[in-house]
């Protein structure tokens, strides 16, 4: 089995996880973050722990887009946590934005008072931290840039962020997480647009190579921008309960930070005017789309690009006669693969020497999702064999291959993995995607029929005519749905708006979303 | 000159930085520091920005040093920014060694209140901004760990984490820094200690081999520990004013957070034990330790192994006729260079095109501290040749070098600067090392001459015998003098303590300290 799509009910098989997709998605998602050990949430309200299965995957995640946003002119910069109450005064849509939902710094010390430890000192002026950067970021441009030479500034920064979350679901919305936020600054609109739909398409080029998650790409309607922006750009992924998630985000933030911060520069001609500038962000939310979009019902499969380990190698020793030779096989084995390169890195291969219960271990590593594990004992050895379990079709149990063929093909069965998670998500996509709901009759029957959406038969995406009223997303209201945004692909014909039968011409993606 | 020595007076050559090292020691690295374009403090009290050329030399140790966890055992987690206030109150002395440098959030939100944005939404309990991770992680551990087959836990954080500093110093002493933290949990004494002293050897070899930064080995005096360890282990490296600069540490912590967190587990026998825990960090600070290790009066001087560019290419373009060739034969230069290896990474290479006058962007590369500089113009092309400046001896000049001969010669070259800043920094660090005190008259002597210490014929690193008596500690207070560490490499004789002239047989290094 190799696509998200439920199992044949007539093969029955136990699953690893409990309960399955189709009986309780929320709590199939929380047991497959649990179970793979890639996160937890910690004692600390609302913040979560990302444990190393996680944490790795997410630092190949960072090593591939820093290497893109290098690539396209980007240095990293670090700047403080703490954002000055009075710079976020100065840009009153984007405090309005986050205000909410801040964590505020009022103290500089601890003291015993009463023979109780309390907060002491107390600051002038409070400190928020920093729910996103652009305001204190800004100031450091206004003071860098002072002529049209200076620019563009095209800087990237990775970094926690901290958004007080009411209902924190882990690695989709917690109150801190972990995300990197590029912010540009140039001369022209034309210049600061290109760089807004340059890295909004590195955004979907990572997503579908490197995550195996295809996505819609296209522009967030007025309602959905981000605060203080002009156009906001973001990447819709299916989730196989047909809800979206918005992985990845772009702003053209036209000159209102630039006039509220004062970020101004001498042009060629003389004048002194206001930079235009950008922010985009992706964080680790995409370990939650990862699990959401790869996961099965025997715990997570790991897309290979970005898998801590791609090849696990599991020792199998029946006795202590069989330990060394054992032992010195999977060794040996692990040098020869991580000489091998995927995707340009080598071959990132583990020997896992616990002592435990070889189905315990295999179990585990089924959760984990690697995508190989290959199990070796004494009798492999004598028949130069490898026992190999390919993650995507565990349905085929396991294979007894000649060393040698194993490590002439492990390099093509990993891309064959890759490759194979991003068509059957692709796949799943285009399955639950809508094309011909053309009333607002269909469209409440539609999104009436599976309120909570569910893995089975659920609902997904529907792609239909809007005329761009504001006054008609308040129809959406009962389902709780949203535009998504509004994709390139644009066919351009004229229609009538599905919510309100006006005319209309852009097709828009409506959907529940994480 | 390739050795950080005041430059011969009879010279007289024209610095770029002002003041010298000579003339005022602290200004000097404030102005390196900001010409270098490494960091600025920011609008945000006590925290700085750390910008591009600083930040690429932080992503090139972050780089190395996690190599050589990872190549230990060690998997990268993250844990909450936030801490309760309750879990500090569990250990005695670590909540009362931090107490006075803690940012505490007290509130979740923003409202306007009588016109004014206030915070708002108090937290029942307040959370204080980590500024070291002890106690949240050893809750995390308590919960993970059951059996002595879940030992040892080797895991490793990179992090900001917040100490609010009442007179900070930028790279030094920020209210905000970067760093890693590595916490291992093991069963016994012995591994836990075996841990601690490898991680600081790593931290040893990493400072000799990639910052190129000569250190002294040893153990933490009682007073100077971490918090809560039992043993605390250092590197210290000295400035060229002679003072002394923390460079990574190292702790033992014994079971003192198993015992006040509660971090137990079934051992081999049955029984219920605690655990050994170890920490082991180093931060940021590390880019003003090579500041002012290797820095001159021109400049930052950039070790190869972590410059952000290794060599810069600045065309030199006398005329729109030039301009296509010039950048082509620089393009092809860059990647043809690009193409070799250093220290087991590409080279880094870039072509300087920015459109200034070249002896400005000359001599932002020497204040930048680029190891090897080319200026390349129509005549160097006619003539096949490079125009070559190497930072580390910027008193030989420009060399006219055969292209052929600069690509053969280039990775010898870093590999000789890399090696010629170790041996100047260990011949600067021995020649101010002082072996020969051994009374109070003596000593008071010493560090009376330069209270202030200063680059030239400034105060180090005294290295003399000390009793080990706590109540001594009070006779350094009036030089503002600590004991650094007791360095390994012990004599073991026996002699009388410098301080009180009472038996004594270790060896301690006394210094002035960052």
Redesign the interface.
């Given at each position: 089995m190799n696509a998200p799509q439920p199992k044949a009910q007539n093969k029955a098989p136990k699953n690893a996880i409990s309960p399955t997709r189709a009986e309780n998605y929320a709590q199939w998602y929380q047991q497959v973050v649990k179970s793979s050990d890639m996160a937890e949430m910690?004692?600390?309200r609302g913040?979560?722990?990302?444990?190393?299965w996680g944490?790795?995957a997410?630092?190949l995640m960072q090593r591939d887009l820093d290497a893109r946003f290098k690539a396209t002119g980007h240095?990293?910069?670090?700047?403080?946590?703490?954002?000055?109450?009075s710079?976020?005064?100065k840009e009153a849509d984007h405090?309005e934005g986050f205000?909410?939902?801040?964590?505020?710094?009022?103290?500089?010390?601890?003291?015993v008072k009463d023979g109780k430890?309390?907060?002491d000192?107390e600051l002038e002026e409070?400190?928020?931290?920093r729910p996103t950067s652009e305001t204190?970021i800004g100031?450091?441009m206004s003071k860098w840039i002072k002529s049209y030479?200076d620019l563009p500034v095209l800087?990237n920064q990775w970094?926690?962020v901290?958004r007080?979350e009411m209902r924190p679901r882990i690695l989709l919305r917690t109150?801190?997480f972990?995300w990197q936020e590029g912010h540009t600054a140039h001369e022209t609109f034309e210049e600061a647009m290109a760089e807004t739909r340059q890295m909004h398409e590195i955004y979907r080029q990572f997503s579908e190579e490197v995550l195996a998650v295809p996505v819609v790409s296209g522009e967030k309607p007025a309602n959905e921008r981000f605060p203080g922006a002009v156009n906001s750009y973001s990447i819709e992924a299916m989730m196989q309960d047909g809800r979206a998630l918005q992985a990845g985000t772009s702003h053209y933030l036209g000159q209102n930070f630039a006039k509220s911060i004062g970020i101004q520069f001498q042009g060629r001609e003389g004048a002194v005017e206001h930079v235009h500038t950008t922010s985009w962000g992706a964080s680790t939310r995409l370990l939650g789309a990862i699990v959401m979009t790869h996961g099965d019902d025997d715990g997570m499969r790991m897309p290979p690009r970005i898998a801590p380990q791609q090849v696990i190698i599991a020792p199998i020793v029946r006795s202590d006669a069989d330990q060394k030779a054992v032992m010195d096989y999977c060794e040996a084995l692990k040098d020869e693969l991580g000489a091998l390169s995927y995707a340009g890195l080598p071959l990132r291969v583990r020997v896992d020497k616990?002592?435990?219960a070889g189905s315990d271990k295999r179990w585990e590593w089924i959760k984990k999702g690697v995508p190989l594990l290959l199990e070796i004992g004494q009798r492999d050895i004598t028949e130069g064999k490898v026992c190999v379990t390919r993650r995507d079709k565990l349905a085929e149990g396991k294979k007894f291959l000649l060393r040698a063929d194993f490590i002439a093909s492990v390099v093509g069965e990993l891309k064959s993995i890759q490759d194979g998670m991003f068509e059957a998500a692709l796949a799943f996509q285009k399955a639950r995607t809508v094309t011909n709901i053309t009333t607002k009759a269909e469209f409440d029957a539609y999104f009436s029929k599976d309120a909570d959406n569910s893995f089975v038969g659920g609902q997904g995406f529907v792609r239909a005519k809007w005329s761009g009223d504001p006054a008609s997303l308040k129809l959406l209201d009962t389902h709780a749905v949203t535009i998504r945004c509004v994709p390139f692909d644009q066919d351009g014909k004229e229609g009538k708006c599905v919510l309100t039968g006006a005319p209309a011409t852009q097709d828009v993606i409506f959907a529940r979303a994480y």
């Open positions: 910690s004692g600390v913040c979560m722990i990302i444990k190393g944490y790795g997410w630092e240095d990293n910069y670090y700047f403080p946590l703490f954002i000055p109450l710079y976020f005064q405090v205000a909410k939902e801040m964590a505020v710094v009022t103290h500089h010390r601890l003291s430890l309390m907060p000192g409070p400190l928020v931290v204190v100031e450091a030479r800087l970094a926690n901290v007080w109150a801190e972990l616990r002592d435990m």
